[in-house]
């Protein structure tokens, strides 16, 4: 089975901080996504990186940035945490050139005092 | 920029009785994908289908899709308690790595 993992399901943290989440992949996944899902907005993409050291920015890059050293590992970084900024996380893999299913994480809940 | 509106927002049915989510979309697609999310948690593919399909099943889904109206819709027969969650549907853009979810439909299912 694909697995997804996130580094926490649960997350507060206090506004300018510099947040860190994780996210994992375990099928040599080339494509590995973030998304933010707000209630109301539905899944809006982040960032996303089909090969290490390579990102793309999605359709909200603005505040965030990542790191992909590892083809298994894609990291979320928040330079300055605010509290617009909180909200569900979830992380994605799926195969090189096949926009087909995306593996989900169990997402991480960022609450930002 | 949303590409999939899924329609109803909610819909709230008895066990046992037929679910239908639609989604619209806007521009042309490779494929349309439905994924499932328990409340909470993240979010499980459940069935894809090809623009040059019109009809898909998998197992009590069933999906249609009708590209020259740019619609497809989720058919979930003879529901249980187990199924209430949200329904998302995603399209790719024209060959991209990406997806574009929609907002869901979020089923509840009455035992």
């Known amino acids: 089975d694909v697995k997804v993992t996130q580094s926490s399901r649960y997350l507060v943290k206090r506004t300018g901080e510099k947040v860190f989440l994780e996210c994992v992949q375990d099928?040599?996944?080339?494509?590995m996504f973030w998304y933010r899902q707000d209630p109301g907005l539905g899944l809006r993409l982040i960032y996303f990186?089909?090969?290490?050291?390579?990102?793309e920015k999605g359709d909200i890059p603005e505040g965030y940035s990542v790191s992909r050293e590892k083809k298994e590992r894609f990291s979320l970084i928040l330079e300055s945490a605010s509290t617009n900024q909180t909200s569900m996380y979830l992380c994605?893999?799926?195969?090189?050139?096949?926009?087909?299913?995306?593996?989900f994480g169990p997402g991480t809940r960022l609450l930002v005092l | 920029s949303q590409q999939g509106e899924e329609d109803p927002q909610a819909l709230s049915i008895q066990e046992g009785e037929n679910a239908t989510m639609n989604c619209s979309y806007k521009?042309?697609?490779?494929?349309l994908q439905w994924y499932r999310q328990n409340s909470g948690r993240g979010l499980v593919h459940l069935i894809l289908?090809?623009?040059?399909?019109r009809e898909k099943h998998s197992g009590r889904l069933r999906v249609t899709l009708d590209t020259s109206k740019k619609s497809s819709s989720l058919l979930i027969t003879a529901s249980r308690a187990a199924d209430t969650a949200s329904y998302f549907c995603?399209?790719?853009?024209?060959?991209?790595?990406?997806?574009?979810f929609g907002k869901g439909t979020k089923l509840t299912v009455n035992p």
């Open positions: 994605a893999s799926s195969f090189y050139r096949a926009p087909g299913d995306q593996y």
């Open positions: 099928m040599d996944h080339e494509n």
């Open positions: 990186s089909y090969d290490v050291k390579m990102k």
């Open positions: 995603a399209t790719d853009l024209g060959g991209s790595e990406k997806l574009v």
């Open positions: 521009t042309s697609i490779n494929n």
């Open positions: 289908i090809r623009s040059n399909e």
